[in-house]
C-alpha cells in the first residue's frame, strides 16, 4: 500500500540558470537553511514530513501527513470560529449533525494550516513570498481509484447525479460548484434549443417574438442561478464562508482601505488602454479582412484572405500575454486583503479583453459591415481610383488596376450571410477546436517533453570522460516496488499544471454571451451550445483527473465574479437583440412568415442614394440610426423592469419553498431553542446557588429572634 499523504509540497534547491560556482555554493547554502526551516516548521506544528527527489537535480518533494489528533484540533477550531461568525457548523444533510470528515475537508483543513499566515493560525509557508521563495507549491495527490469510478460514469446519462456530494467530498466546494453550474446552464439550454430550431425552420429569421423570449429566458436563467447557488451553499453548509476566509500572505495590514480603493481605481485606465488598443487592432484588422480583400484583385489574391487569420493569431495573443502580466502586478499592486476578492478583481479586468476579442467581431458585421457596408465599399474606392472627389467620370479610373473598379462589382461581393458563417464558426468550429487543444494537446506536450527528456538522459550517459555525470535510476532509490511507483506517480503529477478554474467559467460565459446576444442572426446556436455542453461536463472531468494537478478544495459560496458577467450580458441582450431586430427585420414582416428575409434589402435601403468621399449620409440613415438608439435605450429601461419582476417571482417559488431554506431555518431556530434552554439552566442554577449561598450567609441572624425575650425582659423589670 503506497504511504498515507495529505500533501506534497515542492522545493526547488537549485536554481534552473546557474551563473557561477560561488552561485551555486551560495544557492546550496541558502536551499539548506531554508529546507532545515522549513522541516522544523513543519514538524513544530505537529505534521510529519519527509523529503524524496523530484524529478530533476535539487529539486524535493516533501511529503507532509497531519496526524489524526491534530486533524481534530483543526475541525474543533473552525467549527468555533464558524459559530461565532454565524455559519452553520455542518452542512444540511439529512442525517446526523456530525457527518465523518470528508478527504476535500481533511485536505482543505491541512492545506488551509500550512499555508495562512500566523495571525490566522496557520504556519505561514506560503509560496512566492520572500521567507519562502524555494518553496514551488504546495500540492494534492489524486485519488486514482476515484478518478476510475468518476470515469465509468461519464457513459452514464445521469453524469451529473454524481456531481454536487461526490465531487465536493473529492474536490471540494469550488469544483463541485462549477459543475453544479455547468449541468444547470446545460439543462437551461434546452428551452432556447428547441425554441431557436422552431424558428430557424419554421419561422423567419430576426423575429421580434423569438427576440423577446431569448431576452426572457436570459433574464430569467441568470435570475435563477442567483438563488440556486444560494442553495446550493446552504447544502454544502458554505453560506456566508466569506465571512472566514483566511487573508493572503502578501496582504498589507497597515494599509488604509481608501488607498486600496484608490489603486483600484488607478488600475482602471490601464485597463481601458488595453481596451482601447485591443478594439482599434480588431477593428484594423477587420476592415482588412472584410474590405480591402474584396477589392485587391491582384496577385495571390485568393490566399490574401489568410493575412487577417495571421495577424489575429500574431499580435491578439502577444498582447493579451503582455495584458495579463500588467493585470496580474495590478491586481496584486491593490493589495487585497482576501483570494476571493484578489481573484474577482483579476478575473474581471481579464473578462474585460476576452469579451471584446470574442464579440468585437460580431458587432462589427452586425452594425457595420452589413448594413454599411456598401458605403464604405464606395468610400473606399474613391479614396482609391478618384483624384478628384467629385469627379464620377468611368475616364478617371485607372485601365488596369490590382484594386477592383466597378462599384457594382465590388458591392456585390458583400457577403450577406457573413452573420451566420461567423456564428457557426464562433458556436461550432471554434469549441470544437478548443475541447480538442484542452483535450488532445497536453498529450502531444507531454509526448515531446518524454521525447526530449529521453534525449537528454542518452546523452547524458554518453558523455565524454572527465566530465561529471548525474544520472538517477530506480533501482539505487531505497524502499521497494511499490514505493518505486508511487514516487514515480507523484513525480508525473508535480509536472502537470495546477488547476485553473477561471478558464472553465470563461468559456461558459462567453458560450452564454453568444447565445444571450447573437442567436437572433442564427438561431441555431442555442442547440450547438447545448451538443456542446454535453461533452463538456465530460472533457472538463477528463481534464481535472488527467491533465492538471488536484484541485485544492476551497470553501465559496458563490461563483464570484461570473455572476456580474452573465448579469451584464444579459442587460446587454437587450440592447443588441432589439437592436438586430429593428435594423433587419423587414417592415411588413409577420411573427411567423416562411419567406426569409433579404439582409441586402436592408443594405440597400440604408444606401439608396449613393455615399461617396464628400457626400454626407443620406437623412434616412441618420434618422434609422437614431431611432435604433432609441430603441435600445427603451429595452435597457424595459431590462430593468423585466428583472425586478423575474428576481420576485424565483425568490418567491424557488427560494422561499426550498427545502434547504426550510432546513436552515430549522437547524437555526434549533440552535437558538439549544442556546437559550441551556442559558435558562444556567441562571436557574446560578439563582440557586445564590440563594443557598445567601442562606448560609444570613442564617445566624434568621435563626436569632429576639421579640421573646424582649417582653420576658418588660416583665421582669416590673
Not at 446556436?525 to 472531468?541: G, I
Not at 435600445?632 to 430593468?640: I, K, L, P, V
Request: aromatic letters at 12%.
Amino acid at each position: 500500500m503506497p504511504p498515507q499523504v495529505d500533501l506534497v509540497i515542492t522545493f526547488r534547491a537549485s536554481q534552473k540558470i546557474v551563473l557561477s560556482k560561488q552561485q551555486i555554493r551560495d544557492d546550496a547554502q541558502k536551499a539548506e537553511q531554508q529546507y532545515a526551516c522549513l522541516l522544523q516548521t513543519l514538524k513544530y506544528g505537529g505534521l510529519r514530513a519527509v523529503a524524496r527527489r523530484g524529478e530533476t537535480l535539487g529539486h524535493l518533494l516533501i511529503f507532509v501527513y497531519c496526524p489524526e489528533g491534530l486533524v481534530k484540533n483543526l475541525v474543533k477550531r473552525e467549527r468555533h470560529s464558524d459559530f461565532l461568525s454565524g455559519l452553520l457548523t455542518t452542512p444540511i444533510k439529512s442525517g446526523t449533525l456530525l457527518p465523518p470528515l470528508s478527504i476535500s475537508d481533511r485536505l482543505r483543513l491541512v492545506h488551509s494550516y500550512i499555508t495562512s499566515t500566523p495571525t490566522d493560525g496557520g504556519l505561514g509557508i506560503t509560496p512566492e513570498t520572500s521567507q519562502w521563495d524555494l518553496v514551488e507549491s504546495v500540492m494534492c495527490l489524486h485519488d486514482r481509484d476515484w478518478n476510475e469510478q468518476w470515469k465509468h460514469t461519464w457513459k452514464s446519462r445521469k453524469i451529473a447525479s454524481v456531481s454536487e456530494d461526490r465531487i465536493r467530498d473529492q474536490f471540494g466546494d469550488t469544483v463541485a460548484l462549477y459543475f453544479s453550474f455547468l449541468h444547470s446552464y446545460t439543462r437551461a439550454l434546452i428551452i432556447p434549443a428547441i425554441l431557436g430550431a422552431a424558428f430557424y425552420f419554421f419561422c423567419s429569421p430576426y423575429s421580434p417574438v423569438y427576440s423577446s423570449l431569448l431576452l426572457l429566458w436570459s433574464v430569467t436563467f441568470v435570475e435563477w442561478w442567483r438563488v440556486q447557488e444560494r442553495i446550493v451553499s446552504l447544502r454544502f453548509g458554505t453560506r456566508g464562508s466569506f465571512r472566514v476566509e483566511k487573508r493572503r500572505a502578501q496582504y498589507n495590514s497597515n494599509f488604509s482601505w481608501w488607498k486600496r480603493e484608490l489603486r483600484i481605481l488607478a488600475s482602471l485606465p490601464v485597463v481601458l488602454l488595453f481596451a482601447g488598443v485591443l478594439v482599434a487592432l480588431l477593428t484594423a484588422i477587420f476592415v482588412f479582412e472584410a474590405f480591402v480583400t474584396q477589392l485587391y484583385t491582384g496577385p495571390g489574391h485568393k490566399y490574401i484572405s489568410l493575412s487577417p487569420t495571421i495577424l489575429f493569431a500574431i499580435l491578439v495573443p502577444r498582447l493579451l500575454d503582455v495584458y495579463q502580466v500588467i493585470a496580474s502586478k495590478l491586481t496584486a499592486w491593490e493589495n487585497h486583503a482576501h483570494y476571493s476578492s484578489y481573484t474577482t478583481s483579476l478575473s474581471l479586468k481579464t473578462f474585460v479583453l476576452t469579451a471584446l476579442v470574442a464579440y468585437l467581431g460580431l458587432a462589427l458585421s452586425a452594425f457595420v459591415y452589413v448594413p454599411f457596408g456598401e458605403g464604405v465599399m464606395r468610400v473606399v474606392q474613391s479614396s482609391i481610383f478618384y483624384t478628384n472627389s467629385t469627379s464620377k467620370d468611368s475616364s478617371d479610373k485607372p485601365t488596369d488596376s490590382v484594386w477592383e473598379s466597378d462599384v457594382t462589382t465590388a458591392g456585390r461581393k458583400l457577403n450577406p450571410e457573413r452573420l451566420r458563417d461567423q456564428m457557426f464558426a464562433y458556436t461550432v468550429t471554434n469549441q470544437v477546436v478548443d475541447t480538442l487543444m484542452e483535450i488532445g494537446l497536453p498529450f502531444v506536450l507531454r509526448a515531446v517533453e518524454k521525447y526530449r527528456n529521453k534525449k537528454k538522459t542518452n546523452l547524458g550517459t554518453s558523455s565524454p570522460k572527465g566530465k561529471k555525470k548525474v544520472v538517477f535510476e530506480d533501482e539505487k532509490e531505497k524502499g521497494g516496488a511499490e514505493e518505486r511507483e508511487f514516487l514515480e506517480r507523484v513525480r508525473s503529477e508535480v509536472a502537470l499544471p495546477e488547476y485553473d478554474i477561471f478558464g472553465d467559467y470563461n468559456e461558459m460565459v462567453i458560450q452564454f454571451g453568444y447565445v444571450a446576444l447573437w442567436s437572433t442572426i442564427w438561431p441555431l446556436a442555442p442547440l450547438m451550445a447545448l451538443v456542446n455542453n454535453f461533452f463538456e461536463l465530460r472533457s472538463d472531468a477528463f481534464k481535472i483527473i488527467t491533465h492538471v494537478r488536484r484541485p485544492i478544495p476551497m470553501r465559496v459560496d458563490t461563483i464570484g465574479p461570473w455572476l456580474d458577467a452573465l448579469t451584464f450580458l444579459s442587460w446587454l441582450s437587450s440592447l443588441t437583440n432589439a437592436s438586430l431586430v429593428y435594423l433587419f427585420c423587414p417592415r411588413s414582416q409577420t411573427y411567423c412568415n416562411t419567406t426569409p428575409s433579404s439582409i441586402e434589402k436592408v443594405s440597400q435601403e440604408l444606401f439608396s442614394s449613393a455615399v461617396v468621399a464628400g457626400i454626407e449620409a443620406p437623412d434616412a440613415t441618420m434618422d434609422l440610426l437614431k431611432t435604433a438608439l432609441l430603441i435600445a435605450f427603451a429595452a435597457s429601461h424595459g431590462y430593468m423592469l423585466l428583472r425586478v419582476v423575474v428576481r420576485h417571482v424565483v425568490e418567491r417559488i424557488v427560494w422561499k419553498g426550498s427545502e434547504e431554506v426550510k432546513e436552515r431555518e430549522k437547524f437555526e431556530r434549533e440552535m437558538k431553542e439549544s442556546f437559550l434552554k441551556s442559558t435558562a439552566e444556567k441562571e436557574e442554577e446560578d439563582v440557586v446557588e445564590e440563594r443557598n449561598e445567601d442562606a448560609d450567609a444570613d442564617e445566624v441572624f434568621w435563626n436569632h429572634d429576639e421579640g421573646l425575650q424582649e417582653i420576658q425582659r418588660i416583665s421582669k423589670e416590673a
